[in-house]
Each structure stands twice: as structure tokens, then as C-alpha cells.
């Protein structure tokens, strides 16, 4: 069965940064797309990041230029640098994986940015 797990989030004080993980197994994962996507209460889950099997990237407006994805096909694993971090920012994270329309989430992780 296809798992994504999602970690690294917690609370962390504005302009602080924090490293998500996310480890996929069961999943050819070099062959998927990945992205990180988020969702605030009371909100709609957004894209924050995709990087594509070519590891062709992009983001999401609000976060160019404080935000990185990447990923590790020989570790079955993508990543989510996120600096500069925001109030805003706080959501819960989900890992996707993406293939001709077939997709598989993972179950989150918070992420809480508070003074």
C-alpha cells in the first residue's frame, strides 16, 4: 500500500525556518510528480510547491524566494526548505504524489509560526 509520511513541522517564531520531510514508499517514486501542498483552518489546500519527475519546479506566489522543494529519487523522498517563515505560513503541510492524474496524499504536518 502507498504511504506518504510527512515530518519535521512544529511551531517556530516568525523569520525562523523549519525542514519538511516527506518519505514515500510502495511508489515507482522517480516516475511521480511531488509537491507540497497546505491548508490553514477554515481554508482551501493550496499548492505551496511541485517538483515534476524532470525535477521541474514551481511554487506558489506567497512563497518565491523563502521556500525550496527538492527531491531524493534514491531516497523516495522530497523536501521543503522553508525560511523566512510567517504567521501566514501556519497550515498543515501534505505531501502528493502525482501520476496521469492518479495522486496519493499523505496526512499532514503542522506547521505553527507564533512569537
Known amino acids: 500500500q502507498v504511504q506518504l509520511v510527512e515530518s519535521g513541522g512544529g511551531l517556530v517564531q516568525p523569520g525562523g525556518s523549519l525542514r519538511l520531510s516527506c518519505a514515500a514508499s510502495e511508489i515507482s517514486f522517480s516516475i511521480y510528480d511531488m509537491a507540497w501542498y497546505r491548508q490553514a483552518p477554515g481554508k482551501q489546500r493550496l499548492l505551496v510547491a511541485r517538483?515534476?519527475?524532470?525535477?521541474?519546479?514551481n511554487y506558489g506566489d506567497s512563497v518565491k524566494g523563502r521556500f525550496t522543494i527538492s527531491r531524493d529519487n534514491a531516497k523516495n523522498a522530497v523536501y521543503l526548505q522553508m525560511n523566512s517563515l510567517k504567521p501566514e505560513d501556519t497550515a498543515v503541510y501534505y505531501c502528493?504524489?502525482?501520476?496521469?492524474?492518479?495522486?496519493?496524499w499523505g496526512k499532514g504536518t503542522l506547521v505553527t509560526v507564533s512569537s
Open positions: 502528493n504524489a502525482n501520476r496521469n492524474g492518479g495522486q496519493y
Open positions: 517538483i515534476n519527475r524532470n525535477s521541474v519546479i
